[in-house]
């Protein structure tokens, strides 16, 4: 986004993390840094310490996410005083950077936004990587009240802008500002794939592949749960990414076949990644189906590919995937090994409906229609700060 908007003439500055995501490791060079300014793609980006816990359980993430709102402070408060951007938008996560932001924008005469891709503190708690009743009440009270602080709120889908509402932030404030994605560069592609060949697998061996982050809030569980199911059946399970319970689940798929993984790869070879598919997997723990909208689905509607969703009836989840694919209950393993198992035997049906996710992608998600309309919301509110 930020080069988008730089390249259509807008003076953009980043401040962020040291990149650690979704291995959950800092480079060496990383780790010995303090503050550091880089020019990437003509965007100066100020680079933050961050801790990064071994173990990213509830303390060390709470301390990893406090880590980074105490060292981008100085930083943001000083580009707010010396540069005066008109508009400083905060994407969360995380929420622990909201303080800052609007002490910065106090002091700058900035519009405050904050763009929400995720409820940070709903997935804890749904993901149960924090417990306790008390302490989920006094989180997500502390989260409205950042929120609330902002000029203006973005999200991402309309359960999530729903949600936003309901935690008391002006409706005529909101603004509803997908992700997006590049459908030039993500595409279907025919003929022989280097990631097939590597895995030793045939062209008419059938493929469901889940690519992303393999972390504790995704349900992983679920694909090996549905590849135990799947082990009498001509499919291939493929896991590509890394994260915080790679290890895990790479322990619990040891005894099974047809189950392999791949390290995360290279953008440049995302698209010849996700051609690997013959059908998308894509598992959610329960309890956070409304937290956030993936931004790996879009990906895969892109590829042209069908889809096997696990996601509540109604979500926003299960809007887009029943159109393009099939939706399975949460966390419901033989639900989504039925599913598979079936496209699996049916060719036809696997590109009429790749077809379809891929016109919804065109139509809905292509990244310069969205970034243009984040281009026109910015420009009808960066010369006033709304009243109240």
Known sequence: MACWLRQRGHDVRVVTAFPYYPQWRLSASDRRSGWRCDQIETIVTYRC???????????????????????????????AVTWKPEIIIAVQPTVFAA???????????????????????????????VRGEGLRRFALALERWAIRGFDYASTISPTMAARLRDKGFPADRIRLLPNWVDTGDIKRIEGPNAFRTQLGLDADDVIALYAGNLGRSQG??????????????????????????????????????????????????????????????LP???????????????????????????????????????????????????????????LARNPARRAALGAAGRAQAIARWGRDAILSQFEQCFETVRSAVPSG
Not at 254 to 260: K, S, T
Request: charged share 15%.
């Open 220 to 281: 992983l569980e679920t694909l090996i749960d549905a590849a135990r199911v799947l082990q009498g059946q001509k499919v291939h399970l493929v896991i590509a990414g890394d994260g915080a319970v790679k290890a895990e689940i790479m322990a619990m798929s040891h005894a099974l076949e047809r189950v392999y993984f791949l390290p995360l790869q290279p953008a440049q070879r995302l698209n010849e990644l996700l051609n690997l598919a013959d059908i998308h997997v």
């Open 99 to 129: 303080p800052a932001t609007l002490l910065a924008a106090r002091l700058s005469g900035a519009v405050s936004w904050s763009h929400i891709q995720d409820y940070e503190v709903e997935a804890a708690f749904g993901a149960a990587v």
């Open 49 to 79: 310490p961050i801790y990064v816990p071994r173990n990213p359980r509830a303390l060390h993430r709470m301390l990893h996410l406090l880590s980074y709102a105490i060292s981008m402070a100085p930083v943001l408060v000083w580009q």
């Open 284 to 342: 959610r723990q329960r309890g956070l189906v409304d937290c956030n909208m993936p931004s790996k689905l879009l990906n895969m509607l892109a590829s042209g590919r069908p889809i096997v969703a696990a996601a509540d009836e109604g979500s926003d989840v299960a809007e887009v995937v029943g159109l393009c694919g099939v939706v399975v209950a949460p966390e419901d393993g033989a639900a989504m090994a039925g599913a598979v198992a079936l």
